[in-house]
């Protein structure tokens, strides 16, 4: 009489770990410390626009200033990128930053100290333009420092009569246009060439002499003073610029 053969083992069925729910997967606490600085990450995009001394022909050591201030910029607030432009006229600049608060307090204490020096890169009357809180995404990839030597020119006369939330909405589009224009060029052409500005420095030199707008040093009086604040800087524009989207 012979033996009963065995029955064979059940085969055991191979676990892959990247087929695991989603919720099953663990996280390291580096993975949660990134996460948490994200969130605490609050995109904001600034606009300011300066005037330039009379004698500044060269803007090649302003534009290195920018240039050496955003790269400390990425060291000392590595999680935040910086990205935005800065366009550099004869006689004005306008320069558009998006990044964290923490960024734009930096850049406009620079912009003061700027303002109180006498070498070649000072820079004189200063405003902020405008500021956007949470803005639903970057305009810019990177951060450019471009220079301008001509633009559309403006009667003076006819400047003062424009509201300045008129103004405000011109340099709003100009720069939309010109975010654009870059991307763009960088799909097409592989450069930074812009086939038309659309902004003239007349408008950013009218803008720096507007009561209604703050100036840096005003902003940092208010920031420093939170439970001390004025509704007004801004109130006409979030009025006005309602009906204006931007990508």
């Not at 070498?119 to 810019?140: G, L, N």
Request: some cysteine.
């Amino acid at each position: 009489m012979s033996a009963k053969n065995p029955k064979p083992a059940p085969a055991q069925k191979h676990t892959d770990l990247s087929e695991e729910p989603e919720e099953t997967q663990t996280w390291s606490m580096l993975d949660v410390t990134l996460e948490r600085i994200r969130e605490k990450i609050l995109l904001q995009r600034l606009f300011l626009t300066a005037q330039l001394p009379n004698g500044l022909g060269d803007r090649t050591e302003l534009a290195a200033h920018y240039e050496k201030l955003s790269l400390q910029l990425s060291k000392r607030f590595p999680w935040d990128n910086v990205t935005g432009l800065l366009l550099l006229y004869p006689s004005c600049l306008i320069h558009v930053i998006e990044s964290s608060k923490d960024v734009f307090v930096t850049i406009l204490e620079d912009l003061i100290e700027l303002q109180q020096t006498s070498d070649c890169v000072s820079i004189e009357a200063s405003k902020i333009v405008f500021m956007a809180h949470s803005p639903h995404s970057r305009q810019f990839q990177q951060y450019k420092i471009l220079h301008a030597d001509v633009g559309p020119a403006r009667g003076t006369k006819e400047l003062v009569k424009e509201p300045t939330e008129t103004l405000v909405l011109q340099v709003l589009s100009s720069v939309n246009t010109i975010a654009k224009q870059l991307e763009q060029a960088k799909r097409t052409e592989g450069g930074s060439a812009l086939k038309d500005l659309g902004m003239s420095p007349d408008v950013l030199i009218s803008l720096t002499t507007r009561a209604d707008l703050q100036t840096p040093q005003e902003y940092l009086k208010l920031y420093n003073s939170p439970l001390h604040f004025s509704m007004d800087f801004g109130a006409f524009i979030a009025v006005n610029i309602g009906h204006f989207k931007f990508d």
